[in-house]
């Protein structure tokens, strides 16, 4: 029933009309995958992931991505992979339940449809994760959703 909720679609960040990277987010994840270019060896590829900044590129040239993030990490359990010309990013959220409105802090921003759509896939996510038994995934909010990381006391760490 958890697979009903995760996310349909990756969100596309565009600079100049040009894809840089996709994205998609969970309660506990937020993963970015960026297409990577041909005929260059795997191995001269990195990336490094500190709590509230994320670099990336080939080794000897300027790095392709070296921005801030929206929000601060667990760097011990984000980590990075190459999977069929795809680099997949994997960042774990320090707050459980927060919605990212981009990973990149001030770039590639949702708009406020798009983000409030999030929230609420986020908040199902969570009931669906408290809730084990039950089938959230038709489920609808009326009006405002509320926070996922506080409503009713909160996400429990258990």
Not at 80 to 91: K, V, Y
Request: charged content about 25%; glycine content about 6%.
């Amino acid at each position: 029933m958890a697979e009903k909720l995760a996310p349909e679609k990756r969100h596309v960040f565009l600079h100049n009309g040009q894809k840089v990277f996709e994205w998609d987010q969970t309660l506990e994840e937020v993963d970015i995958y960026i297409n990577l270019p041909p005929n260059v060896h795997s191995k001269l590829f990195y990336c490094k992931i500190q709590s509230k900044h994320i670099e990336l590129g080939i080794k000897g040239n300027p790095p392709f991505l070296n921005h801030d993030l929206s929000s601060p990490v667990k760097t011990d359990s984000s980590f990075w992979t190459l999977e069929d010309d795809i680099m997949h990013i994997t960042l774990n959220k320090r707050d459980k339940g927060q919605t990212w409105a981009s990973p990149i802090l001030g770039q590639g921003q949702l708009d406020a449809y798009s983000s409030d759509l999030e929230q609420k896939r986020l908040m199902l996510q969570r009931f669906q994760e408290e809730n084990p038994g039950f089938d959230f995934s038709q489920a609808q909010f009326s009006g405002n959703c509320p926070d996922p990381r506080t409503f009713m006391g909160g996400i429990r760490t258990d």
